[in-house]
């Protein structure tokens, strides 16, 4: 749907842009001649009504924005930029979509082993988490129980 959403940029889709959609369907997500022309009728179904997609850039990537991978990200951010340069230099609309989509991912992931504000940790998250637990069920074992229940 990005990818058609960055072709759209322009105004409607030229026949080179659609064929070039195709092919990058076919050849990236291993598709079917016709399984890629249902996947860009459906694309284009979605995002019939939309304007200006970088304005519910929060609502179209929500629902799967945690499945995304960091490899994942790259890949589409690539494919963006590719269907962009189509017919030229990406006008300004194709290149605030994808910066937008850049942004987007990048206030979503926070770096592992980091405090909110970037300090890193001593040790991973889950270690502290478990040590804190530990101490704290040793210390309510030992005030409730005598040494001989041990």
Request: with cysteine; charged share 25%; glycine share 4%.
């Amino acid at each position: 749907m990005l990818l058609l959403g960055v072709a759209k940029c322009e105004g409607e889709i030229s026949a080179q842009q659609k064929a070039a959609l195709l092919d990058i369907f076919q050849r990236e997500f291993h598709l079917q001649p016709d399984e890629a022309a249902d996947l860009l009728l459906a694309s284009a179904h979605l995002i019939r009504n939309e304007i200006y997609l970088v304005d519910n850039i929060d609502k179209i990537l929500q629902p799967s924005n945690e499945r995304f991978t960091d490899a994942q990200i790259a890949s589409l951010t690539a494919l963006m930029q590719r269907v962009a340069r189509l017919e030229g230099a990406p006008n300004h609309e194709q290149e605030r979509l994808i910066e937008a989509i850049v942004r987007y991912f990048q206030a979503r992931r926070k770096p592992k082993g980091t405090w909110g504000n970037g300090t890193k940790l001593s040790l991973p998250w889950f270690q502290i988490k478990s040590r804190i637990k530990r101490l704290f069920i040793l210390s309510v074992f030992n005030r409730h129980y005598p040494a001989g229940w041990r």
